[in-house]
């Protein structure tokens, strides 16, 4: 199928310079990366909890090295910093020493968190958005006020969250009940503009924002569900938050002049790859490759869980994240695809604007 290559293209789009007094910065010229665990390159090596940073995570990374992304090797993000022409994605925000390591931007992500500062047990959303103003000042004291502004109105804007704001959702209540659910994803939304219009106001304008995918379908919850079936309740949340995340990212960028964005259908593409594993080369699109219990989904890749050989055929990689094969497929298609992937552009277009 056309949108599936085996091969992922040599990254041709490469820098067009542009000046700005009289330094060269490329386009992006950065990226700034928030949101949750499948965002996070490490952020949380620094806590006791929803850290990653031992095996068999990373097996797969160069060097075989626990990094703390949630995943065999590479996570989506990674993925997209290549199609942008990155050698390697920005740093984690805990681990910069200097300001220099931050021009090409910075991971604010952190494992555990969501839109809502209630939702886990690590780094907000609201702290990633202090975290960022610190950073500002920061490159500000570096290359001054001016270069600073431009390299935050040109560069790319990640943000991979929601999910876990659900899962807390759904474990308090069960999520039953259809008025509450609707009434749970609209504050939800709100809350998520919120932080949109923050960031719009500290001067950023090309939004990249990671949809959320089949979340009753990781092996955490099939685990947990006696039927040992997806629950179908966490999903429809996640097809809910989505429609309405849309049709405010459109409402969003009517209101705030200059500002663009490009919605990945994560939900689609994993909607395809559930129903016909085979185009993606899968063969267990059921269980987690590490981990331990039924589907491989009742406890974390830790050093002492089992763990699969052929990393490439399974779509997930613990008991809720995706292999670096799947964020592979995810990425290009948010990155190259068509607007069942990304809308209403893709991240090329939106970046090359
Ligand atoms: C992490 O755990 C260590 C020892 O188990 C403890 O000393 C430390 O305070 C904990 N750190 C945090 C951030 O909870
Ligand atoms: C659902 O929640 C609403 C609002 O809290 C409540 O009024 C209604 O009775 C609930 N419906 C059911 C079937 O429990
Ligand atoms: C791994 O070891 C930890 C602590 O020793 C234990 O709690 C956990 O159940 C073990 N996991 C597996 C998959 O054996
Ligand atoms: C953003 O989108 C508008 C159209 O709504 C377009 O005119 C503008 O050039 C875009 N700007 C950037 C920086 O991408």
Redesign the pocket.
Known sequence: MAFLPRILLLFTIAALPLSISGRTIRKPPAIFVFGDSLADVGNNNHFNTSRANFPHNGIDFPGSIPTGRFSNGYNTIDWIAKHVGYKQSPPAYMSVTKGKQMLRGVNFASGGSGILDTTGKTITFTTQLTDLMNAVNVLEKEVGKGYTAELIKKSLFLISAGSNDMFSYYQATGA?????NK?FIDSLIDKYADKIKVLFKYGARKFGILGVSHIGCVPAMKNANPLGTCVEALTSLARDFNSVAKARMHLLKSELDGMNYSYGNVYNLMSIALKKPILFGYKNTIDACCGSGKFNGGGPCTPNATFCSNRKEYLFWDLFHPTQATSKFLAKEFYGGSRKFASPINLRSLIKR
């Open positions: 039953q009940n259809a008025t509450m009434q």
